[in-house]
């Protein structure tokens, strides 16, 4: 075998030489590839975990808010149930004021008939009994059907009307009050 010729070996050199060269600078591209995927992948951690965080934030912060609101919510129910409670109530008391009230007006619807009534008691107390009357003869009773208070006779009387135009009982002033 022959040695190569002096030109070969530095046509050979050379060669050796740019090949080391592209080698070195693929090395050194490759380096920066990894360095940049590194610096990616390391970005992509540090966001996920910010995520993370921001996520874990946002979950607890709506925790506290459902937490809020349903106790919120107790309470309103609270209170609306005591204020219905109060509106039964209330509706209660209307009721009873209602029909007092009704009681009320059919007492003062009244009271002519019953100052009319006092009017004439009174009148007769002071006339006092008749002089020179012996016994009644006949015993009358109240229950007879012909007494004064009947029925039959109320509905005729003039004292016994329900209506505010008797002159006669606008001056006569009793002392009762209803």
Wanted: net charge negative; glycine share 4%.
């Amino acid at each position: 075998m022959s040695s190569p010729s002096p030109v070969q070996i530095r046509e050979a050199n050379a060669h050796l030489a740019a090949v080391h060269r592209r080698v070195a600078e693929l090395e050194q591209r490759l380096e920066a590839a990894e360095n940049t995927v590194r610096e990616q992948a390391e970005s992509l951690i540090r966001k996920d975990e910010q995520l993370r965080a921001a996520t874990q934030e946002i979950t607890e912060a709506k925790n506290k808010e459902i937490y809020y609101l349903h106790e919120k919510l107790c309470k309103s129910e609270d209170t609306i149930q005591r204020f219905q409670n109060m509106i039964k109530e209330k509706n209660a008391m209307i009721g009873q004021l209602q029909h007092r009230c009704q009681l009320l007006d059919n007492i003062c619807k009244s009271r002519p008939l019953l100052d009319s009534m006092l009017f004439h008691m009174a009148e007769a107390e002071r006339l006092g009994p008749v002089v020179g009357m012996g016994e009644p003869t006949v015993k009358t009773s109240l229950t007879d059907g012909e007494s004064n208070c009947s029925p039959n006779r109320i509905s005729n009387h003039k004292d016994f009307s329900l209506s505010e135009d008797d002159q006669e009982l606008d001056e006569i002033v009793f002392g009762t009050t209803v």
